[in-house]
């Protein structure tokens, strides 16, 4: 069983949509916490913390944070579907 993932992200970045639609395709919605860090500037303190700068999209799942929106992508199309 997956453990809750977290998503950095914020909506007007394109990369961000890339994954949003995928998780949205793959109806794995509930499996997230998504974390919009221009709406709270905790969230993008602790994506720096975690990652040292602020580049969204970021996945967090147990192994660690995934940057680059087509790796997470195809993460996400090989675990979900």
């Known amino acids: 069983m997956h453990s809750r993932m977290e998503l950095y992200f914020y909506e007007d970045c394109e990369y961000s949509q890339i994954v949003l639609n995928t998780i949205s395709k793959l109806k794995?919605?509930?499996k997230f916490t998504f974390k919009d860090i221009r709406l709270n500037p905790d969230y993008a303190q602790e994506l720096v913390d975690l990652t040292g700068d602020i580049t969204v999209p970021c996945l967090v799942n147990a192994e660690g944070p995934m940057k680059e929106?087509?790796?997470i992508r195809k993460y996400l199309v090989s675990h979900f579907m």
């Open 69 to 71: 929106a087509k790796d």
């Open 28 to 30: 794995i919605q509930d």
